[in-house]
């Protein structure tokens, strides 16, 4: 009995998202065990929908090991097609994803001209199955909307076969809490009548239908990127990616299960309590857990009674963890505040969550003309020219480099036509 074609559709891989080697090398395995399963159940191609490599030029370390893996789905016959997410591309320069298409391990599907004021995609087929699949790539601040905008879509829609859409915005229909209103588009922005519309950006699992849009399907992350994702997984979310079997149209979609590692949270409220009571449980918890092997999440907030915050001693702590066995312990005490310093405190879980509302506070307390300052638009540019400032320097690269590619990436950031002298 033949086979029922069948492909694999992951997304935010996020490959270099750490830098702690512990980490590097988890979001690495997930990756080598994703590719694993799909040799395994003999995928006929595999569909990356962004965010393969959290950086467009990523640590060569990381690059290397990430085509060995690619390699290895390339031998078996499994064709990979990718679309660029808001992290892997790049509008001034090369990105990774370019150079690794050029070895034929992976094909870009985002490809199209322009025909009068309409931008016509072009499809790609697959050779083993016939499948159609295009897409259009995340860019910076969501400029890729005006794409969808002037899409040509009626082409789309009117061509025959089993169609794949690939692309790396979250849906307003479909939009987490966790996702601001500037990374999110309307579901009538992509074409309609395709068999399946492979998403990507959101980090959780998520699959949808509504008239017009069946199948449309977020994988979430692989493995992870940030702390909140990390907390998630160690909270019971599934992370892994999907796999389709098909006919003329969608017969199955399957999450596939990718488990890096076995987690341990510990959440403790140090409210009302002192600095010295707070160290004394915390330590007594760091003796008694079971973290052998596993990635230990410590998350700690609240205002304190008296004392400071530096009175804690959470270095001790993470060593008596890390003493136990533990993988890698993840120390968040953002949220931990003392009475003398209530005044200058920010709401929010995790650094993601500080930041967007520090700028947000600030940009609203400022009288700006610019639009793109102003509101959301200004708190997304402030938030994509930290993350360019806050990237570290490369094993390769020399200190001029370092600095001249900072430079450059925040000029493209802000929308800076030329380089001041």
């Given at each position: 009995m033949?086979?029922?074609?069948?492909?694999?559709?992951?997304?935010?891989?996020?490959?270099g998202a750490f830098r702690h080697s512990t980490l590097k090398n988890l979001v690495l395995d997930s990756f080598r065990k994703a590719i694993d399963l799909c040799v395994?159940?003999?995928?006929?191609?595999?569909?990356?929908?962004?965010?393969?490599?959290?950086?467009?030029?990523?640590?060569?370390?990381?690059?290397?090991?990430?085509?060995?893996?690619?390699?290895?789905?390339?031998?078996?016959?499994?064709?990979?097609?990718?679309?660029?997410?808001?992290?892997?591309?790049?509008?001034?320069?090369?990105?990774?994803?370019?150079?690794?298409?050029?070895?034929?391990?992976?094909?870009?599907?985002?490809?199209?001209?322009?025909?009068?004021?309409?931008?016509?995609?072009?499809?790609?087929?697959?050779?083993?199955?016939?499948?159609?699949?295009?897409?259009?790539?995340?860019r910076k601040a969501g400029v890729e909307r005006k794409f969808f905008e002037i899409l040509d879509r009626e082409s789309l829609e009117r061509e025959g076969g089993f169609k794949?859409?690939?692309?790396?915005?979250?849906?307003?229909?479909?939009?987490?809490?966790?996702?601001?209103?500037?990374?999110?588009?309307?579901?009538?922005?992509?074409?309609?009548?395709?068999?399946?519309?492979?998403?990507?950006?959101?980090?959780?699992?998520?699959?949808?239908?509504?008239?017009?849009?069946?199948?449309?399907?977020?994988?979430?992350?692989?493995?992870?990127?940030?702390?909140?994702d990390l907390e998630k997984s160690a909270k019971g979310e599934r992370r892994g990616f999907y796999v389709v079997n098909f006919s003329d149209r969608v017969e199955s979609v399957e999450f596939v299960e990718v488990k890096a590692c076995d987690f341990e949270i510990v959440e403790y409220d140090a409210g009302d309590r002192t600095a010295q009571e707070v160290q004394d449980e915390l330590m007594g918890?760091?003796?008694?857990?079971?973290?052998?092997?596993?990635?230990?999440l410590f998350k700690v907030w609240g205002e304190l009674s008296s004392g400071r915050t530096a009175d804690v001693n959470f270095a001790r702590i993470r060593e008596i963890i890390e003493g136990k066995g533990a993988l890698h312990v993840m120390m968040n005490y953002h949220g931990l505040t003392s009475k003398e310093y209530t005044r200058i405190r920010v709401a929010g879980e995790t650094r993601e969550e500080i930041e967007r509302k520090l700028f947000k506070e600030s940009i609203g307390s400022v009288n700006v003309s610019i639009p793109k300052l102003k509101g959301d638009a200004g708190v997304a540019l402030s938030l994509n020219l930290l993350r360019v400032l806050k990237q570290g320097k490369k094993d390769s690269e020399t200190k001029a480099d370092y600095e001249k590619r900072i430079l450059r990436d925040a000029v493209e950031t802000l929308g800076i036509k030329e380089v001041p002298k």
């Open positions: 033949r086979k029922m074609p069948s492909f694999a559709h992951m997304s935010d891989v996020h490959l395994e159940r003999k995928v006929d191609f595999i569909v990356i929908s962004g965010d393969l490599f959290d950086s467009n030029l990523p640590d060569l370390s990381v690059v290397k090991q990430a085509v060995a893996i690619l390699r290895k789905a390339r031998e078996k016959g499994i064709n990979i097609y990718v679309i660029y997410g808001s992290h892997d591309f790049s509008p001034t320069q090369t990105s990774m994803i370019d150079i690794i298409e050029e070895t034929g391990l992976i094909r870009k599907v985002t490809y199209g001209e322009m025909v009068g004021e309409k931008l016509r995609l072009r499809f790609v087929v697959d050779d083993k199955t016939g499948a159609k699949i295009t897409g259009i790539s995340r794949i859409f690939a692309f790396h915005a979250a849906i307003d229909e479909y939009r987490p809490v966790s996702i601001a209103e500037t990374e999110s588009m309307p579901v009538s922005l992509l074409p309609k009548n395709f068999n399946y519309y492979a998403g990507g950006h959101i980090h959780e699992k998520l699959v949808a239908s509504m008239p017009g849009y069946e199948h449309v399907v977020f994988p979430g992350t692989l493995f992870g990127a940030n702390y909140t918890i760091a003796k008694d857990i079971d973290v052998e092997g596993k990635l230990v």
